[in-house]
């Protein structure tokens, strides 16, 4: 008798909670692999960001073609990144177009990230959104932006444009709770127009084990000097469980918005809700679960993008029940708990210095990515 392998993925999708795939090569489209993994892992979109493309582009001979073809067009190094990155993104939509069209515009979407380093810059953000999606023309494509300060007035203008939007690099629950509320202006700016909400989504994407990592290592740092037992056990207490707890405090904030007249009218208008998107979920420390922040975060209208790894470990061993809103008390309290005189840890100051440190985690690999295009670039000009 042969053993059946129960794809705990599929189960995921059961409760009503989205896998995407946080990874995006040409070699994954054109192998089949990409489609066979919709097929056999139920994938239901994909994220990218620059440092996947990094990954994907530096040092894969797969591309040389499209960059001699490049070269010999004229075009400049920016030009040549977008034409790879943009065959890419459109052949990616193309693979999902049955699940976009299956779920009715809910999943199938391909995420593009605006470049990184006008992160701070509103009009560029605007201008740049609104033209890769024109030239990518798919309709299941979605546009990441930057949840800063001035990614969020580019995010309701974008929406008002009836563009998909990926809110990107959130970490508090403040600027989670802001981005659902741009998307909401955004919307109600379109409505005002006489024109279709039906046809928009958008994802906030929550990042999670940055937070743990940052949070674990300030606790080390204080356990090193402390030698009070009931001081070490607050301390320990905390380390791993704070993304975990942020996040289903975030979507308490969700479940309050979705509550609104703003919302309920725009809802009855045929707009979907912006889902929360569960970002960084590979564990960092192998002391912890390689799941955890799968497990403990499914629920209802929701996405969890995945590293490829991540896909594999929760096919074969993900524990599946819906948590979302399981200790939610205890997830308030231990937040609250950060502010103890023996924890002493200033979560905004955290999630700040998270965000500065994300924008540059993907304008580090966008610029080296460049640098390696340009080497590429003059190794493979003819010689005059």
């Known amino acids: 008798m042969t053993k059946t392998t129960t794809n705990h993925l599929l189960e ?13 090569t ?12 919709i097929e056999s892992r ?10 996947i493309f990094e990954k994907a582009i530096a040092g894969n001979v797969i591309y040389d073609a499209d960059i001699e073809a490049g070269i010999r067009a004229g075009k400049s190094v920016m030009e040549i990144y977008e034409s790879l990155v943009f065959e890419d993104i459109r052949n990616a939509c193309d693979i999902f177009a049955p699940v976009y069209a299956e779920s009715k515009g809910l999943d199938g979407y391909i995420s593009i990230e605006v470049p990184p380093t006008i992160a701070n810059d509103t009009e560029s953000t605007i201008s740049e959104a609104m033209r890769y999606y024109k030239a990518l023309g798919k309709q299941n494509v979605m546009i990441k932006i930057p949840g800063t300060a001035e ?3 580019a995010v309701e203008r974008v929406i008002s444009e009836g563009i998909n939007v990926n809110v990107t690099l959130l970490f508090s629950v403040d600027s989670y709770v802001e981005t659902f509320w741009a998307y909401i ?18 994802v906030a994407s ?7 990592s940052n949070i674990d290592g300030k606790i080390d740092e204080k356990l090193k000097n402390v030698t009070d037992i009931s001081t070490k056990a607050k301390l320990e207490a905390v380390k791993g469980k704070v993304a975990i707890a942020n996040a289903k405090v975030a979507y308490q904030k969700y479940k309050e918005i979705v509550a609104s007249d703003r919302w309920q009218a725009l809802a009855a208008k045929g707009a979907k809700v912006q889902r929360l998107l569960w970002a960084s979920t590979s564990t960092k420390n192998p002391n912890y679960s390689d799941v955890m922040y799968v497990d403990e975060l499914i629920g209802p209208d929701t996405v969890n993008t995945l ?3 991540t896909v594999e470990a929760c096919f074969d061993h993900c524990d599946v029940a819906p948590r979302i809103e399981s200790n939610v008390e205890e997830a308030y309290t231990l937040l609250e708990s950060l502010k103890d005189p023996d924890i002493d840890i200033n979560l905004d100051n955290v999630m700040a210095d998270l965000l500065l440190d994300g924008i540059e985690k993907f304008v580090s690999p966008f610029q080296s990515l460049m640098d390696s295009l340009e080497e590429k670039v003059k190794k493979l000009a003819p010689v005059a």
């Open 12 to 24: 995921i999708e059961q409760i009503g909670q989205s896998i995407w795939m946080d990874n995006l």
């Open 26 to 37: 040409r070699n994954l489209i054109e192998s089949g692999e990409l489609k066979q993994m």
């Open 42 to 51: 139920g994938l239901r979109g994909i994220t990218s960001n620059p440092a």
């Open 151 to 153: 990614g969020l007035p």
């Open 185 to 202: 202006r955004g919307l109600e700016a379109r409505a005002a127009k006489g024109l279709d909400v039906s046809n928009i989504a958008s």
């Open 206 to 212: 929550f990042f999670l084990s940055r937070i743990d």
């Open 307 to 309: 590293p490829p790894n």
